[in-house]
């Protein structure tokens, strides 16, 4: 079975978030399962040198976008046994960045349109070109509309994952008429209508022969208005082709066992998982004691990851015997009130106002608690490396945090972390409190949650498993 991944970053070219982390790993695991599966991004100017300097031009052509007459080429290179091909045009891609451009409808128009003009240039047919959010999105619409009736298109079913629904390529039905050459009847309400405008992503919705989005529980909630970001009743009215599949970690990359930049590797191991706790305390120059639970939060510093409550309840946080060591960046308010706390509590709070993926290794790997607390998370990445590593969760049960962390029953003994409900700070208190007495007061249940943790899998052998299922389901 032959599958294109189109989206707008992959790891370890080019990254902004948690996108490129399943577009780095999921199609490794596809193909170690016996799919043929292709990714193909734009060639943007920041992907690092050592990369381009491996690629091979493998086509050269031209792509029109309404008036417009473009130049395109595809290079090539191969990673983890996955082909990857790179949409080249310095007029669109050279510029520092990915996001954020005045002309972003043309930018990823321009790639949608040469993801179906390169596919015969490349000699790739394949049978299900699976589209990541909303710059993605028009490859469905233009297929049905320009190409499914050549007889090289008339076979390929498309699928439309949502990694996030607030973002939706929302822009005026002007700049989709200019750049598509599509019809007035997609610009009704039922078709790619939004907000007065037109949406990428909304196309992708309508027109995919399949839906996916990243967990079980998010799949559910965007079907009601508090989720739906507006797109909640297309996405009830196609709940038939909607599936949530919760996303995986690489477990080459995020190995405890094996990661270069741990001070001591380890898998179960509690007191060699120590060692790298008292050897961080150390380096930010914190107390050296084993027994101050660390709670550690990587994250973006936007109210999405719940940063507005831990603003409202920072000061009772301090007031527990913990240290809370944070690494991020994101809006200026919630930096300095981190840079703020580590100041008045330097003994208590280490605050890093950057992002370095090694650093974040070493905290996963140090901190005893991952704190969580999102607004809404489709699915979330940091919970899955904490238990990985062991680092035991503090979340709100939304999305794919819901699917992942069971919450700690001791009456039971099950469960992985610890979990509040409703959004509100004054739970997510309790639950850090409770976090934090069985840390330091029952050890038989510290060491139990551990247990439950190695249980668990999050690697993609099993979320593989049912893309594969949903592929087979679609083209047969």
């Known amino acids: 079975m032959k599958i294109l991944f189109a989206a707008s970053e992959a790891v370890p070219f080019i990254k902004t978030g948690g996108l490129a982390d399943v577009i780095g790993s999921l199609p490794k695991e596809l193909t170690r399962q016996g799919l043929d599966v292709r ?5 943007y100017g920041d992907i690092p040198a050592k990369y381009k300097d491996e690629m091979t031009h493998v086509a050269a052509f031209d792509v029109y976008l309404g008036w417009r007459k473009q130049y395109i080429g595809i290079d090539t290179l191969v990673m983890d046994g996955v082909t990857f091909y790179f949409v080249d045009n310095e007029f669109y891609y050279k510029r520092p960045g990915i996001y954020g451009y005045g002309d972003e409808a043309e930018r990823f128009g321009f ?10 240039q490349l ?67 039922t ?57 995986g970690i690489d477990y080459d990359v995020f190995d405890p066992m094996t990661d270069p930049n741990l001070v001591v590797n380890y898998r179960d191991s509690l007191p060699k998982k120590q060692l790298n706790k008292t050897a961080l305390q150390e380096r930010l120059g914190l107390p050296v004691d084993g027994d101050i ?28 015997d913990i240290q809370l060591v944070v690494l991020g960046t994101g809006e200026p308010a919630y930096e300095q009130m981190f840079r703020n706390a580590a100041l008045t509590h330097p003994t208590k709070v280490s605050a890093h106002i950057y992002f370095d993926e090694g650093l974040a290794h070493q905290f996963y790997a140090a901190s005893d608690l991952f704190l969580m607390p999102s607004q809404f998370e489709p699915c979330g990445i940091g919970q899955l490396i904490a ?44 639950s850090i409190r409770r976090a934090v007495f069985f840390y330091k007061n029952d050890r038989e249940s510290w060491l139990k949650i551990q247990q439950n943790m190695k249980k668990g899998d999050f690697s993609w052998r099993k979320s593989a498993q049912q893309y594969i299922t949903l592929y087979k389901e679609m083209t047969t």
Request: hydrophobic share 40%; with cysteine; net charge negative.
């Open 39 to 43: 990714v193909i991004l734009p060639k």
């Open 111 to 120: 790639f949608c349109r040469g993801v179906l003009e390169a596919l015969p």
């Open 123 to 189: 000699e790739f047919q394949p049978d299900v070109i699976h589209c990541h959010d909303w710059q993605a999105g028009m490859i469905p619409v233009l297929l049905k509309a320009h190409y499914q009736q050549l007889p090289f298109y008339s076979g390929i079913k498309t699928m439309t994952t949502v990694h996030n629904l607030k973002y939706q390529g929302v822009f005026g039905q002007e700049v989709f008429k200019d750049l598509f050459g599509l019809s007035d009847d997609h610009f009704s309400g």
């Open 191 to 247: 078709a790619l209508e939004l907000h007065g405008g037109a949406s990428f992503l909304k196309g992708g919705l309508l027109y995919s022969d399949q839906i996916t989005t990243v967990s079980q529980t998010y799949a559910e909630e965007i079907q009601t208005p508090y989720y739906g970001e507006f797109l909640d009743s297309l996405l009830r009215h196609r709940k038939d082709q909607l599936t949530g599949i919760v996303n």
């Open 293 to 320: 639970p660390m709670i550690v939060l990587v994250t973006r510093f936007v109210q999405q990851k719940g940063l507005d409550l831990i603003q409202h309840v920072l000061r009772e946080i301090l007031a527990l």
């Open 387 to 430: 238990l990985r590593y062991r680092s035991v969760p503090i979340v709100r049960e939304t999305g794919g945090l819901k699917d992942t962390v069971q919450p700690y029953n001791e009456f039971t003994g099950e469960g992985t972390g610890f979990s509040f409900t409703h959004y509100n700070a004054h739970d997510m208190l309790h």
